[in-house]
């Protein structure tokens, strides 16, 4: 087992229970790719993951991160990831990095549809945003494995297709719009990047599906839902995605 799990969740309660239910599953998970939404107590999680046999967690940026204290932080060291914590490292927008010689590229930011209900400054950010100088830095070259918070909007996973078609919410107009952008603003990325593998958070749908040439997306389901977490092998690139039962013990 390579040792990579990737998640998708800003609820310390369900880290407790994800955490050492990881480690029952697979011992041989160290490294958590965070795929996003990030509002967490570090010295809880680090205490978890300590308990879990989680060496790092490695958080690609989400809409729902506390972003006047996180873009400070990147800003003032600009080009390295940023440890917050002993377990927690916060990864610049975008961030490659390579694990057991696979490269992975992250890509942070993604709209929020409620934005609407929420306060600029208190638990809205403009940072959420992925921006053009975003899309550059990160197309740069391939890499084997994505993780973004934002979906593309070209998806694959039927869960996710379906879910854009009806916006079951009823999300306003506007705020569809810069989802949409958001989406083709990954579109971009993923198009130019190539990769075997995404991951994604931010849709709350848990799926997977893949393209006609071989490319594959999982969207990853919301904190203590199913499909939250999925176990990513380096060595043969094979994604295991456990249920609940089988991870709780059940
Ligand atoms: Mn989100």
Redesign the pocket.
Known sequence: MSGCAAT?TGNVGWLQTLLPALHRYDRGITTILHA??WWMDSRAVDYWSRRSGIERILVTL???EPYNEYTPLLEAHPGRAIRVSQFVWLLPRPWRLEIHGREILSLGG?A?VDRKWRTPGKDWWDDERILDEHVVAASARSADVMVT??SPDDTPVAQVAALLRCNPNGFPDDALEESAASRAQVDKVWTAVNPKLLFH????VAGSGTTADGHTVVSLGRDAAEGNAALLDLVDMSVDIPSLRVLRGW
Request: proline share 0%.
């Open positions: 998708s996003g939404d989400g809409n729902h993604a929020s918070h934002e958070g931010h849709m709350h």
